[in-house]
Nanobody, 125 residues
Framework: VQLVESGGGLVQPGGSLTLSCGTSGFTFGTYTMAWFRRPEGKEREGVAGINPSGSTNYADAVKGRFTISVDNAKNTLNLRMEKLKPDDTGMYFC????????????????????WGQGTQVTVSA
């Protein structure tokens, strides 16, 4: 399993970014996948997750602003981020696991067996 994140960068507060996670080495669409982030000096936290059935879950801090989606034609996991805040700054990671986790488990890092290297998102004026 290989996961490669892209799309991070510097954006002003209120702006938008779309992160992508390119995948290989497994049958896309059969894995539970998620986005996590690690703010500087803090623990990694779940941001959004999606299972093969299409169930999703979002962290309270991003509900209504972030949208997780899959592109089955490109074998890519995306995260559309809008109305970004300085608190959204951090390293963002893509994660995948072959088990079909329920909604509660989607944001738990222990549920995932494969991780990407991360892409940095900085929200600052």
């Amino acid at each position: 399993v290989q996961l490669v994140e892209s799309g991070g960068g510097l954006v002003q507060p209120g702006g938008s970014l779309t992160l992508s996670c390119g995948t290989s080495g497994f049958t896309f669409g059969t894995y539970t996948m998620a986005w996590f982030r690690r703010p500087e000096g803090k623990e990694r936290e779940g941001v959004a997750g999606i299972n093969p059935s299409g169930s999703t879950n979002y962290a309270d801090a991003v509900k209504g602003r972030f949208t997780i989606s899959v592109d089955n034609a490109k074998n890519t996991l995306n995260l559309r981020m809008e109305k970004l805040k300085p608190d959204d700054t951090g390293m963002y990671f893509c994660a995948a696991d072959p088990r079909q986790w329920g909604r509660v488990s989607l944001l738990q890092s222990e549920a995932y067996s494969s991780w990407g290297q991360g892409t940095q998102v900085t929200v600052s004026a």
